[in-house]
């Protein structure tokens, strides 16, 4: 009932919500952070580490954080389509590339955190070995064994020891 009276105002006052990024993707990234929550959570009861409310409190910064680059893109956008100048409203289609990926990107960094959480509760098992840790490496781009990581290590080590006048 609430919902019918909800777009029957919407409606009436001739409001369109088609700033909005698509419901799909944010339904995904709230799941993909709340699971995120879980897995870490049950990392810690594995690791017998302590779980205090420091811990809880990062899981509400990055909600906040998350939501609100999220709500920045969206205002551009409907500032893009309720401006007066035709370049702004031209380019106002492509806002949509940016608010869905900036989702995906989002959705990219908890699942990362999801898998990472998951090899960490068990990596010997078959599943971690043969799925999530090739996964894991796909999704990182093996930073840890990459050449060029490696490479920048390297130079990073020569010029601390560079001796400075």
Known sequence: ???????????????????????????????????DFVTGLIKAVIAKDART????????????QYGGAVCVSMLMKFLMMRSGETAMQAISPYADYLNNGLLIFILFIEITSILENM???????????????????????????????????????????????
Do not use: C, W
């Open 53 to 64: 409310s420091q811990g809880y409190r990062k899981t509400v910064v990055k909600f906040m």
């Open 119 to 165: 090899y960490a509760i068990d990596n010997s098992s078959p599943f971690a070995q043969y799925f999530i840790k090739p996964l894991l490496s796909i999704m990182t781009v093996a930073i840890k064994n990459n050449s060029i990581a490696k490479k920048a290590a390297e130079q990073m080590e020569a010029k601390d020891q560079t001796p400075t006048s």
């Open 1 to 35: 009932m609430k919902s019918l009276l909800t777009i029957s105002v919407l409606t009436l006052l001739n409001i369109k919500l088609n700033f909005l990024p698509t419901g799909t993707l944010m339904a995904a990234m709230a799941a993909s952070i709340v699971l």
